[in-house]
């Protein structure tokens, strides 16, 4: 069945150091996003990509990079400027089918801070 | 900018109760309406979609309406079951701005 996969599914980061989640999308979806969930809080929007080698910045783009090289996949890395990155991250692809325009999300990867 | 409202914040009920949950937005400019469901730890399911054209949609035991001229939606959920105990999140695409606007969730609990 067609979906995406967030991997992995629990992610531990040391101080200072970068860490790359990962998001693959068998949809064929153009347009890919990844959010940020944090508790008593709304999703919030990190980055998105409409095309392939093409990404935008979401409302809280500091401290995070992300790349589109390829359809399927947009990896998200966390790099050691972002200063509070213990967090829940969703990924999420949109279809623009006639019988689906809604967007798909991944089942998520939460990343600690040790 | 877009802001969804989720009322209420939590939410329990005895087993085959009907219940409502209500979602509010402050852009009627949108594209569509989605509805998912979060399970602790998991990512999000998507229940139901409703296009801006449209005034319902129904899957199963769900009913979603929107009312975009006042900025409301509502998620009906007929003969609830423990099963359904979630997180129900509402969210707008809203028209142009390339993202979902979320509500902070209504958290559901159905005791058996």
């Known amino acids: 069945d067609g979906g995406i996969t967030q991997s992995p599914k629990y992610l531990f980061r040391k101080e200072g150091q970068n860490v790359t989640l990962s998001c693959e999308q068998n949809l064929n979806h153009d347009a890919m996003y990844w959010y940020r969930q944090d508790p008593g809080q709304g999703l919030r929007l990190i980055y998105y990509s409409q095309i392939v080698n093409d990404f935008q910045k979401g409302d809280i783009a500091e401290g995070y990079s992300v790349s589109r090289e390829k359809k399927e996949s947009f990896p998200l890395t966390v790099t050691s400027a972002q200063k509070n990155p213990t967090a829940f991250y969703l990924c999420?692809?949109?279809?623009?089918?006639?019988?689906?325009?809604?967007?798909?999300f991944g089942s998520g990867t939460r990343l600690t801070v040790v | 900018k877009q802001e969804v409202t989720q009322i209420p914040a939590a939410l329990s009920v005895p087993e085959g109760e009907n219940l409502v949950l209500n979602c509010s937005f402050t852009?009627?400019?949108?594209?569509?309406l989605q509805w998912f469901r979060q399970d602790p730890g998991k990512g999000l399911t998507s229940l139901l979609l409703i296009q801006s054209s449209q005034r319902e949609q129904t899957s199963g035991r769900l009913n979603a309406s929107l009312d975009k001229s006042s900025g409301r939606s509502t998620l009906y959920i007929a003969a609830s079951q423990p099963g359904d105990s979630a997180t129900y999140l509402c969210a707008v695409d809203q028209t142009g701005a390339n993202n979902l606007f979320f509500g902070t969730g209504t958290r559901l609990t159905v005791i058996p």
């Open positions: 852009d009627s400019a949108i594209y569509n």
């Open positions: 999420a692809s949109k279809g623009r089918q006639l019988t689906n325009y809604g967007y798909t």
